[in-house]
């Protein structure tokens, strides 16, 4: 099968195929995930939670990102691989990069950074250096406390605008791709229709380019009460390979994210 790059991913988009996307955290999954399939894998800081067992993502570091990335960048053959930054990366423009850079040479292929149009400044540094970027909007876990819980995002019109604004000035500054969480799923249209670049969704509704879920959630071993936007393929089936074909199944055909998992 081929490799999946940014140029195929935006053909997905200009096709209206839905490509699949799964948080991995191991060689092991990340090679099942490949073979099944998935398009992108995430080195998610969900890691935090999912292995970790913290209520949060803000206790990850790049040291656990890194080790988690090399293990998944040893699995995978076909799958693009992005990285998230954790939380503080972008204290200052200098930590970002070298932190950007540290990821790519443990074999990131995209970076994922969270925030909202005012990182607009740190999104060209990175891809003027040549690293590819996806922007996090929405909701952004690393400022859950900001937020006071994981809460849907952009219900009030100005908040929805914002987000969309938030999407165009990121895509200007260079970003390949939009992540978008935790919205009302009128708002993931909005925001796909409004940015020439992929558009992933978890919680965002059908009409987004592509979707993610967290691998845990996928296969139903989530500590904890998991989000209304997730589900379990493996709930029914006998492998964790029937689940991740499955899932990605369900994505391409579209009877997933159904009613039940959009806001
Ligand atoms: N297992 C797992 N799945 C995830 O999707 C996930 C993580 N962990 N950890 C990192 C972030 C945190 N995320 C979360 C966690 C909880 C909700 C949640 O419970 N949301 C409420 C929405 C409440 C409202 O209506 O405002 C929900 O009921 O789904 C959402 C995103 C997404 N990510
Ligand atoms: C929930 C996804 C998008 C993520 O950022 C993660 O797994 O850390
Ligand atoms: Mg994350």
Redesign the pocket.
Known sequence: MKTVTLSRLNAFKHAQEPFSCLTAYDASFAQHADAAGIDVLLVGD?LG??LQGHAS?LAVTLDDILYHTRCVARGKQRSLLMVDLPFMSNADTGQLLRDAGALMRAGAELVKIEGAGWMHDDVRALTRRGVPVCAHLG?T?QSVHQFGG???QGREQDDAQRIIDDARLLVEAGASVILL??VPAALGRAVRDAVDVPVIG??AGPEVDGQI??M??VIGV?HGR?????KNFLAGRDSIQAAFDAYRDAVKTRQFPAEEHC?
């Open positions: 969900s939670m999912v993502t909701l876990p994981y809460k849907v969480e935790c978890i919680g879920l967290v845990h959630d989530t998991p989000p209304r936007f997730a806001f």
